[in-house]
Structures are given as C-alpha cells and as structure tokens.
C-alpha cells in the first residue's frame, strides 16, 4: 500500500500525494508535511523517507504547527508560532465592573456581564494565536467593562446617599 503525503505549500494544504508526487509540489527540508500515522505536521526533514526527495530551500515560516491548517487572509499566521499574542486583558476589570454593577446598578451589571463574556472570548482568540478576531473581541470587552464602570462609579454616590438617609431615619426613630 502506498503512504499518502499532505504538504503546505504558500499557505494551501497540498494533497494527498505519492512520494514520487512530492518533488513535482515543491517539497523542501522545512515543508510541514502530514501522513497517516502521524499526530500532528511535522517539517519534512523529520521524516527520513523523504530524504531522496527534498531539495535545499528557504523555509516556510509560520506554517504546520496544528493538523487542522487555516489561513489568515491578511497575510499573517494565525497561529503566532504557538504563542499567545500580547494583549490587554480586560477580565478582572470586567469583573470588578460586574461586582459594582450588582451592588449598585442594573445597568452596569449588564455591561459586565458582557464584558466578562468578551473578555473571555478575546482571551481564548489570542491564545489560540488568532489576533483579528481576538481584537475584534477585546475591542468590545473594553468598552462593555468601561460602560460597566462608569454606571457603577456613578451609582456609589446614589448608594451612599441611600445609606446615610437611612441612617438618618433610623436613628430619628430610635426607641427611648
């Protein structure tokens, strides 16, 4: 039974191909390469089957890391190499935002709520190495916690003033 190979080549998946097909795609030492029985793209030096048809070649940066293969249309791998991409994490704000929100305003607990939600959503993009979408999220996370904090902030006076006012009418009614 003859191995069937998968290829990377300028960012498409190639294949299934023979080992005789290889050469014809354009195979070299840094090519991610797949075949049944592996776990995952592994660059094609690794596999010493292929030694008699690579060819010396500049490497393809950026490609291979997963076996499920997606490209961005911008230009840039989604996958950063395997590392998450730097970025501001709104979460705990998020969330002190929701904790201000529930104690003192509807409102603000929405917000977030939703921005936690966002937050998560933007975190998970980037650690999968997907900075489009984990800008897009972190761009709403940002401003659903900031609304958050803001309606929470404006709340406290209001809370406080409650409070004392309560107080006041407590001690005012005190028993002798």
């Known amino acids: 039974m003859e191995t069937n190979y998968f290829l990377i080549i300028g960012g498409q998946q190639v294949g299934p191909l ?4 290889l050469r014809d795609a354009g195979i070299t030492v840094d090519t991610p390469v797949w075949r049944i029985g592996l776990a995952d793209w592994v660059k094609a030096s690794t596999l010493p089957e292929l030694s008699e048809v690579l060819t010396a070649s500049t490497p393809d940066a950026g490609y291979g890391q997963p076996p499920v293969y997606d ?3 911008y230009g840039e791998s989604i996958f950063n190499n395997g590392l998450p991409v730097a970025h501001t994490n709104w979460l705990p704000w998020a969330i002190v935002g929701t904790v201000l929100g529930a104690l003192c ?11 936690i939600i966002n937050a998560s959503k933007a975190n998970r993009f980037y650690n999968e190495g997907n900075r489009m979408m984990g800008d897009s999220a972190n761009s709403t996370a940002r401003i659903n916690t900031i609304i958050s904090l803001v309606f929470g902030c404006l709340a406290i006076p209001m809370v406080i003033y409650v ?9 005012s009614v005190a028993l002798p």
């Open 71 to 73: 490209h961005n249309p």
């Open 105 to 115: 305003c509807l409102i603000g607990l929405i917000f977030g709520i939703l921005g």
């Open 18 to 21: 023979s080992l005789f097909q």
């Open 163 to 171: 409070l004392s006012s309560s107080m006041e009418i407590l001690s």
